[in-house]
T-cell receptor
Framework: DVKVTQSSRYLVKRTGEKVFLECVQDMDHENMFWYRQDPGLGLRLIYF???????EKGDIPEGYSVSREKKERFSLILESASTNQTSMYLC?????????????FGQGTRLTVV | DAKTTQPTSMDCAEGRAANLPCNHSTISGNEYVYWYRQIHSQGPQYIIH?????ETNEMASLIITEDRKSSTLILPHATLRDTAVYYC??????????WGAGTKLIIKP
């Protein structure tokens, strides 16, 4: 069974903390994505990566960075967490060989910044 | 990127077919139409996708109009577990899914 695994289901952090959200996929996919989801705003793309050590900004990259040192792992970093980063974070992966292939999502990490 | 229009919400009786429409009149020729759903507090789940032809799998059927400006997702025998938000999303050569608000489908007993 193919899987995208996010390291935490729920996370509570303090304002100003550095936060790491980890995502691992076991499908040897080239593409990996980080989204955040907020009520009324839908899923918004933060960053994505087409290959190891490559990253591209999505629609809302401010306040975030990413790391992709290995193909299977894509990390989202909040350098200094703020309350407006309280959200559901979703990781996804897909095969880059064609558009005729679906993306697989993790279960999400619900982050609360207090 | 193509924009989509979907009803905000729909109801369907359990056991009946649920037909979810999507308008994607600005879709380009090489963009696939993908459907995902998201059950409350879970990650999105892939349902089906297509380019020009109608498609069917174990979950659903996808009917795409000949001009590709709209499509309909059909859940043939809806169950209570099909209650979710359903997203219709074009996917282009940048491999990025652009998410709209989706349709909240409520299956009623």
């Amino acid at each position: 069974d193919v899987k995208v695994t996010q390291s935490s289901r729920y996370l509570v952090k303090r304002t100003g903390e550095k936060v790491f959200l980890e995502c691992v996929q076991d499908m040897d996919h080239e593409n990996m994505f980080w989204y955040r989801q907020d009520p009324g705003l839908g899923l918004r793309l933060i960053y994505f990566s087409y290959d190891v050590k490559m990253k591209e900004k999505g629609d809302i990259p401010e306040g975030y960075s990413v790391s992709r040192e290995k193909k299977e792992r894509f990390s989202l970093i909040l350098e200094s967490a703020s309350t407006n980063q309280t959200s559901m974070y979703l990781c996804a992966s897909s095969d880059s060989s064609s558009m005729n292939t679906e993306a697989f999502f993790g279960q999400g990490t619900r982050l609360t910044v207090v | 990127d193509a924009k989509t229009t979907q009803p905000t919400s729909m109801d369907c009786a359990e056991g009946r077919a649920a037909n979810l429409p999507c308008n994607h009149s600005t879709i380009s020729g090489n963009e696939y139409v993908y459907w995902y759903r998201q059950i409350h507090s879970q990650g999105p789940q892939y349902i089906i996708h297509g380019l020009k032809n109608n498609e069917t799998n174990e979950m659903a059927s996808l009917i795409i109009t000949e001009d590709r400006k709209s499509s309909t997702l059909i859940l043939p025998h809806a169950t209570l577990r099909d209650t979710a938000v359903y997203y219709c999303i074009p996917l282009g050569s940048n491999y990025q899914l652009i998410w709209g608000a989706g349709t909240k489908l409520i299956i009623k007993p």
